[in-house]
Structure formats: C-alpha cells, structure tokens
C-alpha cells in the first residue's frame, strides 16, 4: 500500500512543470492554472497509487510516463477539462512530442523525439529514515529554459546527447 506523502514532491514536480509549460504558451488566468496544476497533481497522484515503489524506483516507471506523441495523455487531457481546454487547444499549448518520467526521487523529462532527457526534481533515497533532501531543479542548467520562460529550446539544445 502507498501513502500520497510519499509521492508529493515528485508528483508536485511533474503537475509543476506542465502547468509552466501552459503558462508560457497560454492565455490563462492563474486561478485556471491552479485548478489545472491542483487536478493533475490529484489524477497523478490517484493513477500512482498502486504503481510507487520508493524501494525499486524504475519499477512501474512505463505505467507513470506521461506521454504526448500525437495523442493527448489523457491524464492531463482530464486536468485540462476541468478548466475547459479541448485536446486541440491543449495541443496547441504544448510541445509536440513529450514524455515525463515520474519515479520515486526522479522527475525527467524530453522535449521531440532526440531530445536531451533534463532532470526537473531529485532526491536522494532515504538512509536510515532521514528525508530525502530535494534537488534544486531551478538551479538546474538544463531546466533554464523552461524558468526563462522559453517555449523550446534551442536548436542545438535538441542536438546534445544525453549519455
């Protein structure tokens, strides 16, 4: 059985960030934003349930991808209802090809198909019950362009290789 605390700072990240990516391509309210970010952190949070493995972190990982390639993730295709966005609008919105990796202590994410993968969130397993500490994911080099507000990024930013 898993407990939602345990998944909050990852499930935080992942609804973050795609509400940032709304917010710079999109002509929303903040109040909007919020209820978006607020339902998709509860949607991911409930389809995570039974799929956390804080002791085998990769386990479950292809169930907790969030995927948009030519079709909306109907996760935040549910989020985006609450505040009236259709799929077309959400495509709009968002970038054409994302995938979003949200596993215990790790949240990542590609932009297009040979994009680099870029951490947004990561902790250190706990040792000896101590809570993880979290990883600044604004301090991150590779997420500077989502915090400047950039919609992609740069042309040869999709070229790099990620090892």
Excluded at 3 to 12: K, L, N, T
Excluded at 48 to 72: A, L, T, V
Excluded at 118 to 133: D, I, M, Q, R, T
Aim: proline share 7%.
């Amino acid at each position: 059985m898993t407990h939602d605390a345990e998944m909050i700072p990852e499930v935080s990240a992942a609804a973050g960030f795609v509400c940032r990516l709304l917010r710079s391509r999109g002509r929303l309210s903040d109040a909007q934003l919020h209820v978006f970010r607020d339902g998709l952190a509860q949607a991911l949070s409930e389809h995570y349930q039974h799929h956390w493995f804080p002791d085998r972190p990769q386990k479950g990982s292809g169930y907790r991808c969030i995927r948009i390639n030519h079709e909306m993730d109907p996760l935040i295709g549910r989020a985006a209802g609450h505040i009236g966005l259709t799929s077309g609008q959400l495509f709009s919105l968002l970038p054409r090809e994302l995938t979003l990796w949200v596993d215990p202590y790790e949240v990542s994410y590609r932009i297009g198909e040979d994009g680099s993968i870029c951490v947004l969130y990561e902790a250190e397993p706990p040792v000896s019950g101590h809570a993880p500490s979290a990883y600044d994911h604004t301090a991150n080099c590779k997420n500077r362009f989502m915090m400047s507000g950039r919609t992609s990024p740069p042309k040869n930013y999709l070229m790099m290789v990620s090892s």
